[in-house]
C-alpha cells in the first residue's frame, strides 16, 4: 500500500460527501477567481476536464473560457500512459475511455501535446502549500508534464488545480517524479505556488 492511499481515501470520501448544490457552487465561485488571473487571461488555449467522483467542477470555467473566444481542449487517454488534449466545441462528439470518462472522440488534426497548451485546468485529490499534488494515483498528469520537472525554465502551461478549500493539507510527501502546480483556485481564491 502507497503511504499516500489513507489521505487520498479519505479526501475522496470528504468529496463525495458534498451535495450536488455544494459542488455547483463551489465550481461556479472557481470559475469567477480564475477569470480574474493573469493565467487565465494570457491563456489562448485552455485545457480542462469533466469533473468524475466528486472532483471539483471545472465546467463553469471552460464555459467562461468558451464564452471569450478561447481555445477549449479536454484530456484523452493516451496509448502510452500519458494525456493527449484534443479540441472541444460544442459539436465535439464524446466517448468513454477505459475508466467510463468521457472524452472527445479522437482526431489527430484536433489533438495537442500538452506543452502546445498555454494552461492546464487539473483535477486533484490534494494538495499543499508547497504545490505538490495528490492525483488519483494514475500518474497521468505527472508523465505528460515530466518534462517541466527535467527542465525546470520550461513552465508551459501553467498547471492550476482546482479544488475545494478542505482538499489543502499540510503537507504531502514528494515523489521524484510529482510535477507541482503553477497555482490553485479554490471557492476561497487563487494562489500562486512561486512559478508563473
Known amino acids: 500500500m502507497n503511504a499516500r492511499d489513507p489521505l487520498r481515501r479519505d479526501l475522496r470520501r470528504r468529496r463525495a460527501a458534498l451535495s450536488q448544490a455544494e459542488r455547483t457552487h463551489a465550481g461556479c465561485l472557481v470559475a469567477k477567481h480564475l477569470i480574474h488571473t493573469?493565467?487565465?487571461r494570457a491563456a489562448r488555449n485552455i485545457a480542462g476536464y469533466l469533473a468524475v467522483g466528486g472532483e471539483l467542477d471545472a465546467w463553469p470555467a471552460l464555459l467562461a473560457a468558451h464564452r471569450v473566444?478561447?481555445?477549449i481542449f479536454l484530456p484523452v487517454l493516451a496509448p502510452d500512459g500519458r494525456l493527449w488534449f484534443q479540441r472541444w466545441t460544442t459539436n465535439t462528439p464524446m466517448r468513454h475511455n477505459r475508466f467510463g470518462i468521457a472524452?472527445?472522440?479522437a482526431s489527430a488534426n484536433r489533438r495537442l501535446e500538452g506543452r502546445a497548451l498555454d494552461l492546464v485546468l487539473t483535477p486533484l485529490v490534494g494538495?499543499?502549500?508547497?504545490?505538490?499534488r495528490?492525483?488519483?494515483?494514475?500518474g497521468f498528469y505527472d508523465?505528460?508534464?515530466a518534462y517541466q520537472r527535467l527542465l525546470p525554465n520550461?513552465?508551459?502551461p501553467a498547471l492550476i488545480g482546482l479544488a475545494y478549500d478542505f482538499q489543502e493539507v499540510e503537507a504531502l510527501p514528494c515523489e521524484a517524479w510529482d510535477v507541482p502546480l503553477a497555482g490553485i483556485v479554490t471557492p476561497a481564491g487563487a494562489r500562486r505556488f512561486g512559478v508563473p
Request: proline fraction near 8%; avoid cysteine; hydrophobic fraction near 30%.
Open 134 to 138: 495528490l492525483g488519483m494515483g494514475g
Open 69 to 71: 473566444g478561447k481555445r
Open 154 to 156: 520550461w513552465k508551459r
Open 143 to 145: 508523465r505528460t508534464f
Open 103 to 105: 472524452e472527445p472522440a
Open 127 to 132: 494538495f499543499d502549500r508547497h504545490g505538490n
Open 38 to 40: 493573469p493565467w487565465f
